[in-house]
C-alpha cells in the first residue's frame, strides 16, 4: 500500500492514512513456512478425533463440519452451541446490515452519487429481495412505518457521509477493493471447510514476499472488544489460508464512532486462531458423537456476556450464576 499519490482531504483522513493504511510504509515480509504450519496445526490439532470427526461429518446435511466465525464465537459453552437462539431481525441488526451494503454499494460507485441517493438504491433493492418471505430483510424493511423507514434512510445517508469523511478514497490502480468475498477452506480431507465473507480486504496490486492486505471487519453495533477481535482474527486465519499470503494488519472499524482497532501481523495470533478452530471442531465431534440427544450431564457450560444469544438462558442455572456473579463485581454491567 505503499506509493501514489493518495487526497486526503480531511484530518481524519490522513490520520486514518496514517495508523490504519500505514500509507507509505513498508510493509512486513512474512515467513515463508507460516501457511504450511498453519494447516499443519491444524491438520495434527484433528487427528486425535479424526474418527470420530468422519462419523459426525457425514452425519451433516453437507458432509462436512463447517466452521464459521458464529460457530467459534459459540465454542464458549456447549448450550450455547447447541441451541442458539433464531436470528431475528431487529432495528439494530438492520442498520449494521444495510450499512455495510450502503458502504460497499458507494465504494462501487466510486462516491459518485449522493449518500442518500445510495442509500435510496439499496433500499429499494433490498426492500425488493424477498418480499413474500416474512424471515426476509425486505418483509422486515417493507413492515416499517413511513416515518420509521425515513429516519432509519437519514442515519445511513449520516452513516456513509461520515464513512467518506474519515475514509480517503484509494486509487484502484493500486488497490484491489475486495468487499464481502466469500473465502473456503477446506481441511480434514473435506471433513472440515471454514467459511467467512470479510468485509472488506483491501489488497495491494503489488506481488511480492511481503504481505500487502488489510482485512477490515466493518461494525454499526456497541463494541464488544474482545468478541471482535475474535471474529476478525479468525477472518484473518481465513484469508492467510485461502489465499496463501497473510494479511499485514487487520482491523475492527467501528463506522458509528468512527474509530478502529487493529492488530498486526503476528504469526503467534494467527497459530491461536488455528487452535480455536482446533478446540470448536473437537467440541462438535464430542457433541456430534451423542447423536440427536445430548445428555445433560455430558454438557460444559459456561455463563457470561453471550448467554441472551442461548435460547437456554431463561431456565439456565449456570447463566444465573453468571448474573449475580456479574451483578456482585461489577454492579452496573447488568443494568
Ligand atoms: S444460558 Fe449461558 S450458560 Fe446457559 S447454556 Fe446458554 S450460554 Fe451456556
Known amino acids: 500500500m505503499a506509493g501514489p499519490s493518495l487526497s486526503l482531504d480531511t484530518p ?11 500509507w507509505g510504509q513498508p510493509r512486513p515480509a512474512y515467513e515463508t513456512g507460516l501457511v504450511a504450519d498453519l494447516r499443519d ?19 451433516q446435511r453437507r458432509g462436512h463440519l463447517l466452521i464459521t466465525k458464529t460457530r467459534l464465537d459459540r465454542q464458549v459453552c456447549d448450550g450455547l452451541q447447541l441451541e442458539p437462539r433464531p436470528f431475528e431481525h431487529t432495528r439494530a441488526s438492520v442498520r449494521g446490515i444495510l450499512a455495510h451494503a450502503v458502504i460497499e454499494r458507494d465504494g462501487d460507485l466510486q462516491r459518485r452519487q449522493d449518500p442518500a441517493e445510495v442509500v435510496a438504491q439499496v433500499w429499494h433493492d433490498e426492500a ?3 418480499p413474500g418471505d416474512p424471515n426476509s430483510l425486505s418483509a422486515w424493511m417493507n413492515a416499517q412505518p413511513t416515518a420509521a423507514a425515513e429516519e432509519l434512510r437519514d442515519e445511513l445517508a449520516e452513516l456513509a457521509t461520515s464513512f467518506r469523511e474519515v475514509w480517503p478514497e484509494l486509487p484502484p490502480e493500486v488497490i484491489e477493493r475486495r468487499a464481502e468475498k466469500p473465502h473456503l477452506v477446506t481441511l480434514a480431507g473435506g471433513k472440515v471447510q471454514l467459511f467467512g465473507r470479510p468485509d472488506l480486504i483491501l489488497a495491494s496490486r503489488r506481488r511480492d514476499d511481503r504481505a500487502r492486505a488489510l482485512v477490515v471487519d466493518l461494525k454499526t453495533g456497541r463494541p464488544r472488544s474482545e468478541h471482535d477481535r475474535h471474529e476478525l482474527r479468525f477472518y484473518a486465519l481465513l484469508v492467510t489460508l485461502a489465499t496463501g499470503v497473510p494479511p499485514f494488519r487487520w482491523a475492527t472499524y467501528y463506522v458509528t464512532e468512527g474509530r478502529h482497532e487493529s492488530e498486526d501481523l503476528r504469526s503467534e495470533t494467527l497459530e491461536a486462531t488455528a487452535q480455536r478452530v482446533v478446540d470448536t471442531v ?16 455430558a454438557l460444559r457450560l459456561r455463563g457470561g456476556g453471550w448467554c441472551f444469544t442461548c435460547q437456554r438462558e431463561d431456565t439456565c442455572e449456570v447463566a444465573a450464576a453468571a448474573r449475580a456473579g456479574r451483578a456482585v463485581s461489577q454492579p452496573d454491567a447488568i443494568m
Open 128 to 130: 425488493s429481495r424477498r
Open 12 to 22: 481524519a483522513q490522513r490520520r486514518l492514512a496514517s495508523e490504519l493504511l500505514g
Open 41 to 59: 496445526h491444524l491438520e495434527s490439532g484433528f487427528a486425535p478425533f479424526e474418527d470420530q470427526l468422519a462419523d459426525v461429518a457425514a452425519r
Open 282 to 297: 473437537g467440541q462438535l465431534v464430542r457433541l456430534g458423537a451423542f447423536g440427536e440427544e445430548v445428555p445433560e450431564e
